[in-house]
């Protein structure tokens, strides 16, 4: 299961000790928060949620000795099975650092995304990752080799890498 900070409370000025907290990353249910939405205008969408209104709870407090907490288990029922659950998770899916790496490398030497996701589950068997979380960290490397500089920016920067112009 991947539990993930549902609430954090770090401390205050009153001397309360640091609580946090802790849920399944798909407890709770969608709500939509677009304002200003009338019936009528409200259109069908083909779209889903992770959100499957799992109850699971549990919270964590900081004690006054050393730095130890107390977990408490406010519920620990889940409404779906832990199987499904991890390959679902989006946190299960990331890509380690290695990864990433290899992702990039490969990218530069124009290898189609099919068979970077073959190369990734090959060395390593428990990936989960999806088609998704390549095009994903692929448009991540490019947003950040582009450094949200326009094509001609790009274009007179490498020229001038390259000692093309003046």
């Known amino acids: 299961m991947v539990i993930v900070v549902k609430k954090p409370y770090m401390g205050g000025t009153h001397r309360k000790k640091p609580r946090l907290t802790l849920t399944c990353e798909w407890s709770g249910c969608y709500r939509d928060t677009r304002k200003n939405i009338r019936p009528k205008e409200k259109k069908l969408k083909l779209t889903g949620t992770k959100k499957c209104d799992s109850s699971f709870l549990l919270k964590a407090k900081k004690l006054d000795t050393n730095d130890d907490w107390t977990l408490i288990v406010i519920c620990g029922m889940h409404n779906h099975p832990a199987a499904v659950c ?60 582009k450094a949200w500089r326009s094509e001609m920016q790009l274009l007179l920067g490498q020229l001038a890498v390259n000692k093309y112009i003046e």
């Not at 989006?90 to 990433?100: G, I, N, P, V």
């Not at 530069?108 to 996701?117: A, G, K, T």
């Not at 090959?122 to 390549?134: A, F, G, H, L, Y």
Request: aromatic share 4%.
């Open 86 to 145: 991890l390959e679902g998770h989006s946190y299960a899916r990331r890509l380690s650092h290695k990864e990433t790496s290899l992702l990039v490398d490969m990218s530069n030497s124009n290898v189609q995304p099919r068979e970077l996701l073959v190369t990734l589950k090959q060395r390593n068997s428990e990936n989960v990752s999806t088609m998704k979380t390549i095009y994903n960290a692929r448009q991540r490397h490019k947003v950040f080799e």
